[in-house]
């Protein structure tokens, strides 16, 4: 039925090609006559200047001519851009939080993910936080972009109409690793998706049945996007990886001086609630930020659990 990616392409696509076309159409004519006044104008075929003091014609027509082009880019641009500010009310209402350099994604039933699940042809309303600079939250495919700027709430929405996955990725400058901030939106029929959203609540409403600390430890540390700066098999990424880290000893600076510490639970847990407090050698200062709001005394512990397997 449809053949775009989402209900914006279309318009935005509109605006954006007549723009382009009449971009084009200018340059080609304000090149060849630059090119057609050369020869026809030069010393040898036109050696007295002609002066011409105005012309209301022309006057007239340079100025009605664009301003009806402006103002049908405006007619095309508008026309894309205010339903993109009113998600329906039927929508479903997932919070995007942005943090450097990951994302994060709750759904209506409290599950978190770092990677976006949308029902295929229905409405999806996005809140946008960010929890400490400005990211920008955009879905090329969809045609959908919009700054997440601490303490503002913005929002976004749209309806995906193409199963498949897409690049969801920031777009605002916002640090070392922003190029590292990107994820994908999956979109799936509503049967599947159905399927994956109570799969889901399953296993996050009954931690103890799935009972597994290592293997919650390793979800914890994908859901909350750690893995974007600290690799599992060793490979330096932005911070320091976090294969073979515990019970062995770390160089590290704390306060300016290096000093030589063992990383068992103690040391793991301040890394994680107050990171700019032990720095280890060789990693920039002021890179991470505490996780202490997102992450419990318990999920620390199944954090060490799943670190103590990687040796
Ligand atoms: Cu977040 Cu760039």
């Not at 409290?110 to 029902?119: A, F, H, N, Q, R």
């Not at 939106?185 to 799969?199: E, G, I, N, S």
């Amino acid at each position: 039925m449809y053949s775009e990616t989402s209900n914006f392409v279309n318009a935005t696509d509109n605006a954006f090609f007549f723009i382009i076309g009449v971009s084009v159409i200018f340059l080609l004519g304000i090149t060849g006559t630059l090119i057609y006044f050369i020869f026809r104008y030069n010393k040898k075929r036109n050696p007295v200047a002609t002066q011409i003091h105005g012309s209301n014609t022309l006057e007239v027509v340079w100025t009605v001519i664009p301003t009806i082009l402006v103002i049908i880019m405006f007619f095309y641009g508008w026309a894309g851009y205010s339903p993109m500010r009113k998600a329906p009310e039927d929508a479903m209402k997932i919070t995007a939080t942005a943090r450097m350099w990951s994302w994060s994604f709750e759904y209506p039933n409290g599950i978190k993910t770092d990677t976006l699940y949308v029902p295929l042809d229905k409405p999806v309303a996005l809140a946008l936080n960010s929890l400490d600079v400005i990211h920008s939250f955009y879905i090329p495919a969809f045609r959908v972009k919009e700054d997440m700027v601490p303490g503002r709430g913005n929002k976004t929405w749209f309806i995906a109409q193409k199963e498949g996955a897409y690049e969801l990725f920031c777009t605002e400058y916002c640090g070392l690793s922003h190029s590292y901030m990107f994820t994908e939106v999956k979109v799936l029929p509503q049967k599947d998706f159905d399927a994956w959203y109570a799969m889901m609540a399953d296993t996050t409403r009954k931690p103890a049945e799935s009972g597994n600390p290592v293997a919650e430890g390793k979800r914890l540390v994908e859901k909350n996007g750690c893995v974007a700066c600290h690799s599992a098999d060793g490979t330096k990424i932005v911070g320091p990886t976090f294969k073979g880290v515990y019970g062995h000893k770390v160089l590290v600076e704390t306060d300016g001086k290096e000093r030589e510490v063992l990383a068992d639970d103690e040391y793991i847990k301040r890394s994680i609630y107050d990171p700019n407090a032990d720095v280890v050698k060789g990693f920039a200062k002021g890179v991470m930020v505490s996780y202490k709001s997102q992450l419990s005394d318990e999920d620390v512990s199944k954090i060490i659990e799943y670190l103590k397997t990687l040796q």
